[in-house]
């Protein structure tokens, strides 16, 4: 059986001219690019965020991204380029992607509910699971309820920007996915969704560190949640973070 060769190339300059840049949406994009480097999670020109818009010539939407050899932290509205999400070509703007534009693309080929995907290279994760922890344990509420899906582990051998193909094993069930050595990439459904849960799993990696520091200190027993229970918040989510608005009598 042999596989039929892409129509296009990743980052080959195809500028369509119904796709039309939207400021509203770039400026949406630079104002949480610019809060993520507040809260200190960029370090470099490496990770980025995504923003898929929908269009009515492209199936997946198209997607806002950042270009290489930039940040996050010095990103300007003639950084942004747009591209298709099955091939990664240029449709606006004349700069090439990252590497990880690749894993971003096939994320949101592959879970059309998630529209903005958010890919960081953290201190605080990396540092944690190189001191050998296997993986970060939920000491709040909170992580469960916004997250609404177990984090996946990836291996430090494994790098799923380079190699796409492992994803579609494993993205249906997280909206986190954690890689040692190298950061966490998060999924939401908006990028309000997707910073807010990127802001709770850093709030969970300093808990974890803080708890395990504290209980080393005082030779204690670090309480977390179990399986079970966060199982039964990332059921529930939608009922506590975006509750609906109930009807009422209207007075007479």
């Not at 001191?131 to 799923?160: C, D, W």
């Not at 229970?229 to 007479?252: E, H, L, N």
Request: proline share 6%; hydrophobic share 35%; charged share 20%.
């Amino acid at each position: 059986m042999t596989t039929a060769t892409p129509a296009y190339r990743v980052n080959e300059l195809t500028p369509d001219p119904n796709v039309h840049f939207d400021e509203k949406i770039a400026q949406s994009y630079l104002k949480y690019a610019g809060m993520l480097v507040s809260r200190g999670y960029v370090q470099s020109s490496l990770g980025g965020m995504v923003i898929r818009v929908p269009h009515p010539d492209y199936p997946d939407g198209v997607a806002y991204a950042k270009p290489s050899a930039v940040s996050l932290e010095e990103m300007t509205l003639d950084d942004l380029v747009i591209t298709d999400i099955p091939c990664g070509r240029i449709l606006h703007g004349g700069r090439p992607t990252t590497v990880g534009h690749q894993m971003n693309r096939e994320i949101l080929r592959l879970r059309p509910d998630v529209n903005c995907v958010i890919h960081l290279h953290h201190d605080e994760t990396i540092a944690f699971l190189a001191a050998g922890f296997e993986e970060i344990r939920s000491t709040s509420l909170t992580f469960s309820y916004l997250m609404q899906k177990p984090a996946h582990y990836l291996p430090a051998s494994l790098n799923v920007e380079e190699d796409v193909g492992p994803i579609k094993t494993f993205i249906a069930d997280t909206n986190c996915i954690i890689m040692r050595r190298h950061g966490f990439t998060v999924l939401g459904r908006n990028v309000s969704e997707c910073y807010h849960r990127t802001n709770v799993l850093v709030s969970e990696v300093k808990r974890n560190i803080i708890v395990e520091t504290l209980a080393g200190l005082h030779k204690t027993r670090p309480e977390y949640l179990s399986k079970e229970d966060m199982a039964w918040m990332f059921a529930r989510g939608d009922d506590v973070v975006y509750p609906s608005v109930v009807g009422g009598q209207k007075s007479s």
